[in-house]
């Protein structure tokens, strides 16, 4: 699998070509062009106001960029958004859940929302449960379940209609420390087995270690798109904590 990951030719699952999202004068994404290939692992690192919400909000389809193309499996965002939608399963690091239904409520939900066939769905559901170690929670309340828990469910609901491109959009926040490396776990397992590419948007360097690929978003602008280990060599520095602080951090004022 390891050369799925680093190879650098064969058609991207997702595409994204000089995508610019301005709200009034401040310019959130700002001219951001990558693409990802099957069973990659990319990680979208950048302090707060870097633009990474903006742009997991055009990618989701919620708003269209002012310019630039998005494409998903080769289709625009913009003109075929079905088949597009369709590729992508998405986590936001808000809960979505509705914590009145039981667990496999809300995932029969989300296939219905998919047209996923009734008996296709049910065995979805088990399937997805089981990996994720929640096949006894299914018919628990979303609302009894612990945060890692919740995020658990919000993954298996995010690959119910099998997508090729996964969306974790800062997915671990409010999560302790060993349900992060449980979600973290899950998600190489999902890049390793079914070879779906994942863009894991984190203000976190400690969650950058594993990615294949890291891509360092400040003020909108991509400053590297690089292996973590690439990163600190060129910039230098002996962590990518350090390495990301040297390239993002203000300057200090002068005296
Ligand atoms: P991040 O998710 O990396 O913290 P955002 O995408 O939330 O970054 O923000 C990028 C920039 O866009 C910031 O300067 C932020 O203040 C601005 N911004 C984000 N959303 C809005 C909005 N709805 N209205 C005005 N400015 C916004």
């Known amino acids: 699998m390891s050369d799925l990951r680093t190879r650098d030719t064969g058609a991207p ?7 610019v999202r301005s709200y009034g004068p401040v310019r959130a994404v700002d001219g951001v062009s990558f693409s990802a290939v099957p069973g990659q692992f990319i990680a979208l690192l950048g302090p707060n106001g870097a633009g990474k919400s903006t742009l997991f909000q055009l990618l989701s389809g919620l708003f269209t960029p002012d310019s630039g193309l998005i494409e998903v ?22 809960s979505t859940l509705d914590l009145e ?4 409520g809300n995932l029969l939900f989300h296939a219905g929302l998919h047209g996923i066939p009734g008996a296709i769905a049910k065995q979805r559901i ?8 929640l096949a006894d929670a299914a018919d628990k309340k979303a609302g009894s379940l612990s945060g890692g828990n919740r ?3 919000e993954l298996a609901r995010a690959m119910l209609h099998e997508p090729r491109v996964l969306l974790m959009d800062e997915a671990t ?5 060993q349900s992060r490396a449980d979600l973290r776990k899950l998600i190489l ?5 079914r070879g779906v590419a ?26 590297r798109d690089t292996t973590p280990a690439e990163l600190v060599a060129s910039t230098g520095k002996a962590s990518v904590e350090e390495a990301f602080l040297s390239l993002t951090a203000p300057p200090p004022k002068a005296a």
């Open 173 to 177: 926040v409010g999560l302790d420390i």
């Open 198 to 223: 994942i863009l894991w948007a984190t203000h976190l360097t400690d969650e950058v270690a594993d990615a294949d690929r890291v891509i360092v978003l400040h003020k909108g602008k991509i400053l």
């Open 189 to 193: 397992s999902l890049r390793d087995e």
């Open 151 to 153: 995020r658990r469910v």
């Open 126 to 133: 088990a399937r997805e449960l089981e990996r994720l170690g």
């Open 73 to 94: 499996m080769g289709h625009d965002m913009r003109r075929d958004p079905v088949p597009a939608l369709a590729s992508l399963g998405i986590v936001f690091h808000q």
């Open 101 to 104: 239904l039981t667990v496999r």
């Open 13 to 19: 699952v997702l595409r994204l070509e000089n995508i």
